[in-house]
């Protein structure tokens, strides 16, 4: 409804807006028709995984935990995979309130739409990982899980004919796309190049983790 308002708003101006669906993070929407359908508050609030609890988590299956505890854990696991899901579906039927939104004012032929996530999230300890934001600890975890379960997110462009870039590129690589898309000179200064240039680069990832200056290299051939 927000961006409705906007967009009825600026009705005669060109816009482009950034809209960031926050549903699939923590704390858990308690609004959402999905979720409100199967638990209750308490459900909700006793499952929650928020960084202390995934820490305490990864903690207990470094060090082995019994089976006792473990089946609590998986049980855990579980339900938040459960409330994970009914957010991407409520963030999912948001997104398509929106798109119907501009079908029906006559909009939708003038638009451009970018559908991207930051990250993605990882829910079973698979190589031990949980959750986003947490440590790498082996080499198993880069190869089998922060790549492709982490950092390999969804990206997909409506309004610019139809086609496939077959190479690896990043999100910093969407600026300089919506600059050329519009007409815009891309700043000597970035690094990122639009997804319809024909220049090739790795992409580079840097973080910070728990004090440690870390970097994620990405091409076709390798991580």
Not at 86 to 109: P, Q, V, W
Not at 119 to 125: A, L, M, V
């Amino acid at each position: 409804e927000i961006v409705k308002n906007i967009i009825d708003r600026e009705q005669k101006e060109k816009i482009f807006m950034q809209i960031n669906y926050m549903d699939t993070h923590t704390p858990i929407n308690l609004s959402n028709k999905y979720i409100r359908k199967h638990y209750n508050d308490n459900e909700i609030i006793n499952n929650k995984l928020g960084y202390k609890e995934i820490l305490e988590i990864r903690d207990a299956i470094d060090n082995e935990a019994n089976e006792e505890e473990m089946s609590k854990i998986n049980e855990k696991l579980s339900m938040y995979e459960k409330l994970y899901y009914y957010e991407t579906m409520y963030a999912a039927d948001n997104i398509n309130y929106l798109l119907k939104y501009f079908k029906e004012s006559g909009r939708l032929k003038d638009s451009v739409f970018i559908l991207h996530s930051d990250h993605g999230e990882y829910i079973k300890p698979e190589g031990k990982l949980l959750g986003h934001g947490h440590p790498v600890r082996n080499k198993e975890e880069i190869l089998n899980v922060f790549y492709e379960n982490l950092v390999h997110v969804p990206l997909k462009i409506w309004g610019m004919g139809e086609g496939e870039v077959e190479k690896v590129v990043s999100l910093v690589d969407l600026s300089p796309t919506i600059l050329e898309i519009v007409g815009i000179e891309k700043p000597i200064e970035w690094y990122g190049e639009s997804l319809f240039s024909d220049v090739e680069k790795p992409v580079i990832i840097e973080d910070i983790r728990y004090g440690n200056h870390c970097f994620c290299v990405r091409t076709n051939d390798w991580a």
